[in-house]
């Protein structure tokens, strides 16, 4: 499975972004798909994840009430939009599959994609 993220650029504080993950590849509609993020000098962190029906989200503390996963497996992909950013929501942001139910947890994906860099400015 290949992972394409896209979305991601510079917006000023309290904009919004919407990141997309494309999969391609051994593609499968049972794979679970997350976003981490990771800022300079710091680890990468759990951002959102939904399972592979799309009938459970998960959201990290940060992400809950500003950020939306959501995916549509007709065209394999997932998207991550983001409201009221914030200079701290400054990352690269990466998405992730896997057949695994930790879906918190980073390790416990099988698949990344390359990161697409947010930056917001105030």
């Known amino acids: 499975v290949q992972l394409q993220a896209l979305g991601g650029g510079l917006v000023q504080a309290g904009g919004s972004l919407r990141l997309s993950c494309a999969a391609s590849?051994?593609?499968?509609?049972?794979?679970?798909m997350g976003w981490f993020r990771q800022a300079p000098g710091k680890e990468r962190k759990f951002v959102a994840a939904?399972?592979?029906?799309?009938?459970?989200?998960f959201y990290s503390d940060f992400a809950k009430g500003r950020f939306t996963i959501s995916r549509d497996n007709a065209v394999n992909t997932v998207s991550l939009q983001m409201t009221s950013l914030e200079r701290e929501d400054t990352a690269v942001y990466y998405c992730a599959a896997t057949q695994n139910l930790a879906l918190r947890v980073g390790a416990e994906y099988e698949y990344w994609g390359q990161g697409t860099l947010v930056t917001v400015s105030s």
């Open positions: 590849g051994r593609t499968s509609r049972r794979y679970h």
């Open positions: 939904i399972n592979w029906s799309g009938g459970s989200t």
